[in-house]
């Protein structure tokens, strides 16, 4: 199949017709049907399918338990009314790919597989890149089965549900032994390449990022019988992080977002008496992102004690700066310019990726496809067909230098 005949199957999977973007959420229908994909496309090929104790899929071309192994892949779920490159692109790349070195007639030394991590967005259970940190054992069983999503399912709950089974879970050092590389391609979430005019680049780093839940706690009361002198109202503290949030990040060159926000009783006319706001930060550093965190915190305080507001800070989700493997990203740069005859730039990003998780385990590296648009975990995402192509080959490429020497 062609990545075009691919990527049209697989477009309709969980899209939602009235906000045109994707609910493609771990063990829900749409994920299964995504899954269901990936399998027909790994059979159509003739490949070794497997699902591992994880419910990461797997595609191999040769012996699964050879070792040395090259793997490239990403996922197939997505943020809620995301965009349709994200993850997909890389999974669709990858088949794409493996057809073209079948035409090039490419003579593999090492094995070589396509995988689909589970749960990278953490879209239902807040938790992101979980099938690939239970791999890496950076997620415990423990851990794992604690989260639950805003419906109150447990992981375990869904996974059985799916049709897996949650107890076998957990690190799977053997797998990850035996891989001597992993490449994962990625739509741009930015717009450095649309600025420099390139369709294709390499990621040098993965910015250190986290995930904070602050608390407002007030009082619920009338909202048209109560004075304003008289309230407790957790909103306008929550409204000043928000802004305060903007002003930290912008003076550090980093990002703060506040993009999720639960309040309680959430009644139009009723003061709240619980505002629950999701703070996403990321920087380039670590020194910079705990000063934006921390600046963002002593402010939250600040309004908090002035409108006599309870305040919880709770960090639940951290992962530092990654570095990506420098001989890999050293060995695609000479092979994408010598080879493949493209100036290859270098650049940071921003987002979490599973390659990032994994690069504390194995040596990873990571291609990105131009975004014009700049916008991802957006309908308004876009690759034009032309530099997704180009990143198929310049993925065939990278799977070649590295797997037929």
Known sequence: MTFHSMWAELLPIGRDRASGGYRRYAWTGADADCRAWFEEQATARGLSYEVDRNGNQWAWLGDPAGTDAVVTGSHLDSVPDGGAFDGPLGIVSSFAALDELRDRNAHLTKPLAIVNFGDEEGARFGLACVGSRLTAGQLTVEQAHRLTDTDGISLPQAMAAAGHDPEAIGPDPGRLARIGAFVELHVEQGRALDLSGD????????????????????????????????????????????????????????????????????????????????????????????????????????????????????RESFTPVVEFDHALRDELGRILGKDGGLTVPVLGTGAGHDAGILSASIPTAMLFVRNPTGVSHSPA?????????????????????LACR
């Open 381 to 401: 995402e876009f690759a034009a067909e032309d530099d997704c192509v180009a990143g198929v080959s310049a993925l065939a490429d990278v799977l070649e230098g």
């Open 199 to 314: 369709r294709v680049g390499i990621a040098s780093a993965i910015w250190p990022h986290g995930r904070w839940r602050f608390d407002f706690r007030g009082e619920a009361n009338h909202a048209g019988t109560t004075r304003l002198a008289d309230r407790r109202d957790p909103m306008p503290s929550y409204a000043e992080t928000v802004l305060a949030a903007r002003r930290q990040a912008e003076l550090a060159g980093a990002v703060a977002t506040f993009g999720k926000i639960a309040v309680e009783p959430n009644g139009v006319n009723a003061i709240p008496s619980l505002v629950r706001g999701w703070l996403d930060s990321r920087a380039a550093d670590q020194q910079t992102l705990d000063t934006v965190v921390g600046g963002i915190e002593r402010a939250a305080r600040e309004h908090a004690d002035a409108h006599g507001i309870d305040l919880d800070v709770v």
